[in-house]
């Protein structure tokens, strides 16, 4: 308590059937603290069957919530029959309080008749399955009007008739390639030396274990570079669109383009698209490069094999028409991976809250996506015997 802080107090006063409640002193929540509901009882109690009872604030000096709160617990203190209910409710004769005081007293009586809102019941099986299944569909649609906006918009990106800043794309190009070499380079080094490791426990009982260089090499160039490849952009790249232009959303920046009258399509859209399918062959090339060498390193390690050996067999087991499946699929996974973030992004609330949840959603939707492309990629391959 400060030192020009006079201590708050009250004195009651009984005139026949009525009491006289004099508040003096200084109120204040942060210097004396908040006074309990057994001190308004305390009033009541003193009151010796006052049947009302009136302000005098003629002493009053300064006040907060403290007062407010106090003067509340007595008024809800006095609604009740006092004595065990032997004496009836005490009436509160508020007009010698501040006008301000009174409102506040208003307010908090208001807030506290407030009926507590039902919960809401939920809605019927069959209306939750027509809501999901209409909420699909205008998302189904969505999608394909962004893939048939990159398509038509593609070959105008040719002919340069659309309105896309190339330095944006350059930048864009060297955060999904230059920038995820390292996590690309680690992710599918160990896979390889994983297949490796795995394939070489199994072979050696067959005394067969130059084979785990094809092992290897087939199920990396064929498959696995590609597709982990396409997870590890999903969780870093894909995510990072969707936050990026989900924030944009939140912060109306998409607004003022449209109002602008510039394309959120060629501003947005067809530049991350454009650097991450270029940059997905490469970091494919890449990745099968890495997995091959980790393949190798485990396989001279843990086999009787020359690395002379290994590669030669390595070479003669890869043909170029797996190596050709595999860089096909990696341009698809790049495109799905970022239509989803852009896709995400867009369509997200304007909270920080919905930021992260369209980020999370791209991740998913985009490994989702790359795990059933990469089974259509196969019933396709087999079908056409490759």
């Not at 800043?165 to 080094?189: H, K, P, S, T, Y």
């Not at 050696?204 to 490849?229: C, H, K, N, Q, S």
């Not at 609330?349 to 196969?378: E, K, M, Q, W, Y």
């Amino acid at each position: 308590m400060t030192a020009s802080c006079t201590p708050p107090q009250w004195q009651l006063d009984r005139y026949g059937p009525e009491a006289a409640l004099r508040l003096t002193g200084d109120w204040i929540a942060s210097e004396s603290g908040l006074r309990d509901a057994a001190a308004a009882q305390r009033v009541l109690t003193e009151s010796n069957g006052a049947t009302r009872l009136r302000f005098e604030v003629d002493e009053l000096g300064r006040w907060d919530s403290a007062l407010v709160v106090f003067l509340q617990a007595l008024r809800e203190a006095a609604a009740t029959p006092q004595a065990g209910g032997a004496l009836p409710p005490v009436a509160l004769d508020e007009n010698g309080l501040p006008e301000a005081i009174r409102r506040l007293l208003a307010l908090a009586a208001e807030t506290a008749s407030d009926p507590a809102p039902a919960p809401p019941r939920p809605a019927p099986l069959l209306t939750r399955i027509g809501q999901s299944g209409i909420a699909g569909w205008a998302d189904a649609v969505a999608v394909a009007a962004l893939i048939g906006d990159t398509v038509l918009r593609a070959g105008a990106a040719l002919r340069g008739r659309v309105r896309t800043r190339w330095v944006d794309v350059l930048q864009l190009m060297r955060e999904a390639g230059a920038g995820a070499l390292g996590i690309v380079a680690i992710v599918n080094g160990l896979v390889g030396g994983i297949l490796a490791f795995v394939g070489a426990v199994q072979l050696r009982r067959f005394g067969a274990e130059i084979y785990v260089a094809d092992l290897v090499g087939i199920a990396m160039v064929r498959e696995m570079a590609a597709v982990m490849t396409a997870i590890v952009m999903a969780g870093r790249t894909g995510g990072a669109y969707a936050a990026h232009i989900a924030t944009m959303q939140g912060n109306e920046e998409i607004d003022a383009l449209k109002a602008l009258g510039i394309p959120v399509y060629d501003y947005l859209v067809l530049p991350r698209i454009a650097a991450l399918v270029a940059m997905m062959p490469l970091l494919y090339i890449y990745a099968c490069a890495v997995s091959l060498l980790g393949g190798l390193v485990v396989g001279v390690a843990t086999l009787d094999l020359t690395p002379a050996a290994y590669l030669q067999e390595t070479r003669q087991a890869i043909s170029g028409t797996q190596f050709l499946f595999g860089l096909v699929k990696s341009i698809a996974f790049g495109a799905l991976v970022a239509l989803a973030g852009c896709h995400i992004g867009l369509k997200a609330g304007r909270s920080a809250a919905d930021v992260g949840r369209a980020a999370t959603g791209a991740v998913v939707a985009g490994i989702i996506g790359v795990i059933a492309l990469d089974a259509v990629f196969a019933v396709c391959a087999d079908v056409l015997g490759i």
